[in-house]
């Protein structure tokens, strides 16, 4: 039997990480996890050289952080919230 490598580790955990994400009620938990799992999947995706896996979940990725900024700032600014 071979042994598992680290690059298909990288892409189980990465899996793992959006399944759970896919779970959280709270938003913030979700965009966390869900970040890291496309960003594991960034790393997994390039070291195969399965680009469309790569770059889809760059652009999932920046979509997270977008969302998180927005988040946070709406947080810490009242006027924005209530937009």
């Known amino acids: ?3 598992v ?5 990288i892409g189980y ?3 793992v990480m959006v399944a759970i994400s896919l779970m959280m009620k709270d938003i913030i938990w979700l965009r966390c996890l869900n970040f890291t799992g496309c ?17 889809m979940n760059a652009f999932v990725a920046c979509i997270n952080i977008y969302h998180l900024l927005k988040l ?10 209530a937009e």
């Open 39 to 55: 960003s594991l999947f960034v790393i997994y995706g390039a070291s195969i050289e399965a680009w469309p896996v790569a770059g």
């Open 13 to 15: 955990a990465a899996s």
């Open 72 to 81: 946070y700032r709406n947080r810490n600014n009242p006027k924005l919230a």
């Open 5 to 9: 490598n680290t690059i298909e580790i």
């Open 1 to 3: 039997m071979e042994a």
